[in-house]
């Protein structure tokens, strides 16, 4: 046999064996006793648990709890509304595909692990987030959202179908520059508008985003070859961009006429002190913009489908915000019905679908339950979509599209908050011992009592659960409020394209759950 032959022969049994030690190694099944098992779809794992209509499916099949093996890591997929909350109370950790290359792009609160550095930034920038702090704001928001107004009185006028997403989505950064950071982003002008700019330097960013992910790309990244020399100039603009935002920030502070107390006066602040880097501050305007962007529009966007749609509800809708705007009531408050409306949307619709995932970094595991162990090392996923959308929670009618099930009176009995976690019991939490399970230091009707929930809130989770909940959501809160009122009261609402709005189709996840060929919809002026 010659020399040739044995080589290729050695060389294809050291391939197969490679290839099949990796495959076990991605694939093979975790160790969780008596819990329901999901086998990968791919080499890499079951790298599906990101795709939310496999998702809802598997967990209405097996269950709340699922385990499974991706990229060679333990997952435990959690949909039960009480685990769900302590887990994401007790594992703080920073999530697995928050930051995996910090030297591509810095760290900011959305990706730092929860420590010292985490706790300073977030109550930092938390105290400008507060509903008081927001209140200054209202006018300029009405402000943005007026010029929202003119675009779509133009489209009624005109009788043209608008990407009721992709307008939202000008609303939304015009928002967040006028109020976060005092800037006039000049939202739809059709001549001079830098939110288009800002929207088009972000998307470019988020279409380059999985070359973070490739093997070997922190080393690779400064390679003249594609793909790192087109994430590095869609990220050179991005910086750029946020530059420009921090020296305007900087121009005002000169001025004297910047707010004191306002998100852009933390900025600052943050700026000065010695362990904060420029590049750490870049991140953190650019936090603002990811995490409140596409998050917001869209979900103002399924609300507007969720009124066309629902005929019946669109009007019940206008009745109440016409009483309401006729009265002295607050712009950022909703009537009751509106408000059920805006819940059940973001119930069926969460923009952050895909939820949270922390990593198990007690030395000593953590106790889920009596019966469930998780040592140090695996990984919790919180699916949101899954979470507001798991029958087991919601009951026979939760693919329906129900806003009275918010407006619905709960008997405040034991049997109604048994088994439910609410969110004042930080401090219960605190004096049980962390020997005792997740589901044990949960389990007693009492610690319940007063919380103010009813078993619906208790998994409802659009702005997810514990300290690194959304930072901004009074801010997001705040803004649909005073768009939906203008919005309703001037407005109805009709489907553009049946085509394109059929249920099956309608949702996909990239960074955010969003329309997965837009919202096409006719806009009506009221008479």
């Keep these: 046999m010659s020399f040739l032959l044995i080589s290729t022969l050695l060389f294809l049994t050291l391939a197969v064996t490679i290839t099949v030690a990796l495959y076990y190694y991605f694939t093979h099944t975790p160790g969780l006793k008596n819990i329901p098992t999901q086998k990968g779809n791919s080499i890499l794992g079951f790298t599906n648990f990101q795709n939310e209509k496999i998702m809802r499916q598997i967990v209405e099949e097996k269950g709340p709890l699922i385990q499974f093996r991706v990229l060679g890591k333990n997952m435990l997929l959690v949909a039960d509304k009480c685990l769900a909350r302590a887990v994401l109370r007790d594992i703080q950790g920073k999530g697995f595909f928050h930051n995996a290359t910090p030297e591509l792009i810095p760290d900011s609160i959305f990706s730092l692990d929860t420590g010292p550095e985490w706790h300073h930034r977030r109550s930092t920038f938390r105290k400008s987030f507060s509903t008081s702090s927001l209140r200054v704001h209202l006018k300029s928001i009405q402000q943005v959202t007026r010029k929202l107004c003119t675009v779509l009185d133009k489209a009624a006028d005109d009788d043209t179908i608008l990407r009721i997403d992709d307008t939202f989505t000008q609303l939304t950064i015009g928002v967040i520059c006028e109020v976060a950071f005092e800037m006039d982003a000049r939202p739809f002008d059709d001549t001079s508008n830098y939110c288009t700019y800002i929207d088009g330097v972000l998307k470019e960013l988020f279409q380059m985003g999985w070359v973070r992910r490739l093997p070997l790309a922190t080393y690779l990244y400064k390679a003249p070859i594609y793909p790192f020399n087109v994430y590095r100039r869609a990220r050179y603009k991005y910086t750029e961009t946020m530059r420009h935002i921090l020296s305007h920030i900087r121009d005002l502070h000169r001025k004297g006429e910047l707010r004191e107390g306002g998100l852009a006066m933390s900025v600052l602040k943050l700026a000065d002190e010695p362990n904060i880097s420029e590049d750490d501050i870049v991140a953190e305007i650019g936090t603002f913009f990811i995490a409140g962007m596409d998050t917001t529009a869209h979900t103002l966007a399924f609300v507007v489908y969720c009124l066309a749609r629902y005929p019946s509800v669109q009007k019940r809708c206008q009745e109440e915000v016409d009483a309401h705007m006729s009265s002295t009531a607050a712009r950022d408050t909703l009537p009751p019905y509106v408000e059920a409306v805006l819940k059940e949307s973001m119930r069926k619709y969460p923009t952050a679908a895909t939820g949270s995932m922390r990593e198990v970094k007690q030395k000593e595991g953590y106790q889920l339950t009596e019966d469930i162990f998780l040592p140090h090392g695996w990984w919790v996923v919180v699916n949101i979509l899954c979470l ?27 049997d109604s908050v048994r088994d439910c976690a609410a969110d004042p019991l930080d401090e219960h939490l605190k004096t049980r011992p962390r020997s005792q399970s997740a589901a044990t230091r949960l389990s007693s009707p009492a610690v319940y009592a007063g919380c103010g929930l009813n078993s619906k809130e208790i998994c409802f989770a659009p702005f997810s659960y514990g300290i690194r909940n959304c930072v901004g959501m009074n801010l997001a809160l ?19 394209d049946m085509g394109m709005l059929n249920e099956d189709n309608l949702l996909e996840t990239s960074f955010t759950m969003r329309p997965q060929n837009g919202l096409p919809i006719r806009v009506k002026r009221r008479g």
């Design 388 to 414: 507001q959308n798991y029958s087991g929670n919601w009951g026979p009618d939760v693919d329906e599209f129900k806003p009275e099930r918010w407006l619905e009176q709960e008997n405040a009995n034991e």
């Design 478 to 496: 705040v803004e649909m409020r005073v768009a939906l009122n203008q919005l309703i009261s001037r407005y109805s609402f009709e489907l553009g």
